[in-house]
């Protein structure tokens, strides 16, 4: 069974910088994509960027384009969202997902059975 816990959270200022990970374990990964969503009170969670784990192809939201990086280190079955240049329109919470690749559309949350808790991110302005 796969298990993602996502932490690195928190508050910052607007122009900051943070970093995100999410622990994976039930493994291994090689067939599976995974992603970060965003959630804010009353909006449907939303695409941030996804990679695929084995081949590292990435794909991002517009918005995340030029400011967020998504990454993964297979050493250790961890995944990163590395977020600079934060607005007060980023705050949100934000969960990562897996998928095996081929099931569904990587921009549709329907299409991810496993997801970690969410971690809150705030800026301020």
């Known amino acids: 069974q796969v298990q993602l816990v996502e932490s690195g959270g928190g508050l910052v200022q607007s122009g900051d910088s943070l970093r995100l990970s999410c622990a994976a374990s039930g493994g291994p990964f090689s067939k599976y994509a995974m992603t970060w969503f965003r959630q804010t009170p009353g909006k449907e969670r939303e695409f941030v960027a996804e990679?695929?784990?084995?081949?590292?192809?990435?794909a991002y939201a517009d918005f995340a384009k030029g400011r967020f990086t998504i990454s993964r280190d297979a050493t250790n079955d961890t995944l990163y969202l590395q977020m600079n240049s934060l607005k007060p329109e980023d705050t949100a919470v934000y969960y990562c997902a897996a998928r095996t690749i081929g099931a569904g559309g990587g921009t549709n949350k329907e299409s991810y059975p496993y997801w970690g808790q969410g971690t809150q991110v705030t800026v301020s302005s």
């Open positions: 990679i695929w784990w084995r081949l590292e192809i990435t």
